[in-house]
């Protein structure tokens, strides 16, 4: 069995578990995401077409619609990282100052 950098929990949650990888959540056609141990923020840079090229840039690829993920994409996610804050990610508010806000700032 692989081990994965992060968990879901529930219907919209994904906690990220390893320092050393950062998350790269795609969410089909919506801004792409990166979590860090420093925090959260959109993604512009390249995303990695194999396992083994997010592996070599320390880099896990979630994608939100597979089905070992939630099997759908979603209009809301939240984002425990390991900055010991919880992140709400609403993608009906894409663009705007309100799409990435943190939403628990002490979750452990």
Do not use: C, W
């Given at each position: 069995?692989?081990?994965?950098n ?6 919209n949650?994904?906690?990220?578990k390893?320092r050393?990888f ?7 056609g ?6 860090s141990?420093?925090g959260?923020?959109?993604y512009?840079?390249p ?14 690829v ?5 089905i070992?993920?939630?099997g759908?994409?979603?209009k ?6 390991l900055?010991?804050?919880e992140?709400k990610?609403d ?10 806000k943190?939403?628990?700032d002490?979750?452990i």
């Amino acid at each position: 069995m692989i081990e994965k950098n992060f968990i879901t929990s529930g219907r919209n949650t994904i906690i990220h578990k390893s320092r050393k990888f950062d998350l790269v959540i795609l969410n089909g056609g919506h801004q792409t995401i990166i979590v860090s141990h420093r925090g959260i923020a959109p993604y512009n840079g390249p995303v990695p077409r194999k396992k083994s090229e997010a592996k070599k840039a320390y880099q896990e690829v979630v994608d939100l619609a597979s089905i070992e993920i939630f099997g759908e994409e979603k209009k809301l996610l939240f984002v425990q990282a390991l900055d010991n804050k919880e992140y709400k990610i609403d993608y009906t508010k894409e663009g705007t100052n309100n799409f990435i806000k943190v939403h628990q700032d002490n979750y452990i």
